[in-house]
């Protein structure tokens, strides 16, 4: 197979940069994104994500 339509890999084996939260130990693939959640699910009060927190600071 000709390999058109199929996923493309990474031939060269590059390792990609990995962003994780320090809140809640999710990764990310990009920084943007890493500080999107971080501002909507850990800084928000009443976040789609449960503060890990039980003091709420």
Known sequence: ???LFGRKTDDAGVSK???KCEHC???FDE???MQRHMKKAHR???G???NRNP???
Do not use: A, H
Request: proline share 5%; aromatic share 14%.
């Open 44 to 46: 928000e009060k009443g």
């Open 48 to 50: 789609d994500m449960p």
């Open 31 to 33: 920084k943007e994104r």
């Open 17 to 19: 940069k990995v962003y």
């Open 25 to 27: 130990d999710m990764i």
């Open 55 to 57: 003091f709420g600071f």
């Open 1 to 3: 197979m000709l390999g």
